[in-house]
């Protein structure tokens, strides 16, 4: 073992440890962790931004826009609601899900796809008297299926045909991967409509919970000559309470404040409404002019008017807000909503909220204003799971111009009239020039957190390639597995790579694996391309835990499910998908 390839173990252990344990944004680790290969010389500055003109790369960025012209047209969300039907049987019902949503993710973004039908599929299940947490983790799963169907299923596959491109090797074609993915899909949608939804949890989701907030609402009313009338929030003591929050103020000619600010007066007659630990409002009794009113009956509905919304976020995994207080993370000033609640493995946490530590996969209920979900709708670090109006429906000329510049787009990598970057920017270009989506709206369906990921990672497998350390580990990983040949090598490759995309990213675990996957099949002498398809397949395939896959987690709360939920029901599908795999890669290319 030489002094580099030490260095680099040493590098992207540690990555890896901090990804695990979730220290920052995964993407920021990532990077920290490629900077420091570059500093000690183990990348040259070709390699180093390597990642960042990689044509998998590019590919998705240009795709995040394209998926976003389609998403936005709310097409989908009334196509699904059509399709799902009555609800007379639910497994049949799981099943007309099932199928739509995974032939609508093999060709979009998957995340938004559970964020669009989330809410929608909820209140479905509401409606029947079914619990949710029976269809949400099917619909994270669904999308999970369609995303190994086609090369722009997700962006493991497309990274994958980046790196294949840049080694000099052909690529994937546009459904090249659907010789696995759908017989795996299909296998896997049966087991969730028979032995998957017996083992689905009945669970209380996260609104029904909610509803209940209201016995945390706790009303002050500011009488006349109140001590504290005409003064700001802050001077008057109302800022920072001991297990408080002040959510809103109704004036007494009905006028209503939401975020409440520390620069906002009081009036008298005011009516200041508080949620957290309501029994320790009796504090506020001692000053003169306010009075605790017992009889209040302030409901949840009561908080919203025709500027005032509630509504629920879900934090994500790569968050900035992880890990620090709802108050450390200036959560008013910086979004414009107030907390009112915080919902965490089926429960509501009882605490003050602004010391309430953020975890991923918390549901937040906010109260904000009607643009909150317009202004931060494509932010990374929640997810906002039920926007009142529903997604912004647009006219039907630039609905119809979106899907037909998706389904041109798809023919024309399909027929490989086009390489897959080139068909995807001219239909960049087609959505512009038609007007269909505008500068601001492709900014903000560009997710560049998740970019910065992807081509950190890329240049982390850039120096696991130059400094040898891709071939001592596949040496081992070829030694550990002689005795079963080839056929072992993907195994144990498979169960790496998935190991990896449950704990920390589908992006990161897939870049790491490729110069080893590469390097195997060097070893070998075997044709490279089943090892590839290995590692892709094995990186989308999250099934067992929420934090493996984001869509898994944009789910957690909603459905009220338990860490243990996912490994229940996930397993089994871990399983089909490997045998699947390696059944299909035995057959097809070795």
């Not at 260095?7 to 490629?34: H, N, Q, S, W, Y």
Request: hydrophobic share 50%.
């Amino acid at each position: 073992m030489t002094v580099e390839i030490l260095l680099v173990l040493l590098v992207t252990g540690t990555m890896l440890i901090c990804l695990i344990k979730e220290i920052a944004r995964p993407d920021l680790i990532v990077f920290c962790a490629l900077a420091v290969l570059f500093v000690s010389g183990i990348l040259s500055p070709a390699e180093a931004v390597r990642g960042f003109s990689n044509e998998g790369m590019l590919t998705v960025a240009i795709l995040f826009i394209v998926a976003g012209a389609v998403q936005q047209s709310g097409i989908l969300t009334k196509m699904i609601t059509k399709v799902i039907g009555t609800g007379k049987s639910p497994r049949f019902s799981i099943l007309k899900m099932m199928l739509p949503v995974s032939g609508m993710s093999a060709f979009l973004n998957n995340t938004p796809i559970v964020v669009m039908f989330t809410p929608v599929i909820r209140n479905w299940c509401k409606e029947r008297n079914i619990s949710p947490s029976k269809f949400l983790i099917p619909l994270s799963y669904a999308t999970i299926f369609g995303g190994t169907i086609t090369l722009i299923g997700t962006s493991t596959n497309l990274i994958v045909h980046g790196l294949m491109l840049e080694n000099g090797l052909k690529g994937y074609s546009m459904f090249q991967l659907a010789v696995i993915g759908v017989p795996a899909a299909l296998i896997g949608v049966l087991y969730m409509c028979t032995i998957g939804y017996k083992l689905l949890p009945v669970r209380t989701s996260s609104d029904v919970l909610f509803e209940n907030t209201r016995e945390y609402l706790s009303e002050l009313i500011v009488e006349k000559n109140s001590s504290i009338s005409g003064k700001t929030i802050e001077k008057a003591g109302l800022r920072h309470l001991n297990g408080l929050y002040l959510i809103e103020i109704i004036r007494s000619d009905g006028e209503r404040i939401a975020p409440v600010t520390s620069h906002h007066k009081i009036k008298d007659g005011d009516r200041l409404i508080f949620t957290g630990l309501i029994s320790t409002i009796v504090e506020l009794q001692n000053m003169r002019g306010v009075r605790v009113d017992p009889g209040s009956t302030i409901q949840l509905d009561d908080l919203k008017n025709g500027n005032q919304v509630l509504l629920e976020a879900v934090v994500s995994h790569q968050s900035g807000l992880i890990n620090k207080t709802i108050r450390q993370n200036r959560f008013r000033s910086r979004y414009g909503g107030g907390v009112i609640a915080v919902h965490r493995n089926e429960k509501r946490i009882n605490n003050k909220v602004g010391d309430i530590f953020l975890e991923p996969g918390d549901t937040l209920l906010v109260l904000a204003g009607k643009d909150f979900i317009k202004r931060w709708s494509s932010s990374k670090d929640f997810y906002i799971i039920n926007p009142v109006d529903g997604p912004e429906v647009t006219d039907s000329f630039k609905t119809s111009v979106a899907v037909i510049v998706l389904a041109g787009m798809v023919l024309l990598a399909a027929l490989e009239i086009m390489s897959m970057l080139k068909a995807a920017t001219l239909a960049v270009l087609i959505l512009f020039l038609t007007r269909t989506i505008g500068l601001d709206s492709a900014g903000k369906y560009m997710q560049f957190n998740v970019l910065l990921l992807i081509a950190s990672s890329i240049g982390i497998g850039a120096a696991m390639e130059s400094s040898g350390t891709a071939s001592f580990i596949a040496g081992y990983i070829v030694s550990a597995t002689e005795i079963f040949g080839v056929v072992g090598i993907l195994i144990l490759l498979y169960l790496v790579t998935n190991l990896f995309t449950e704990v920390i990213t589908n992006n990161a675990a897939v870049v790491i694996m490729f110069p080893i996957a590469l390097a195997a099949a060097s070893i070998t002498g075997a044709d490279p391309l089943p090892f590839l398809v290995t590692i892709t397949i094995a990186a989308s395939a999250s099934f067992s835990t929420p934090i493996g896959y984001q869509t898994n987690l944009i789910v957690y709360g909603p459905g009220g499910y338990r860490f243990t939920d996912y490994m229940k029901t996930g397993i089994a599908l871990n399983i089909i998908y490997l045998l699947v795999t390696i059944f299909m890669c035995y057959f097809l290319w070795l």
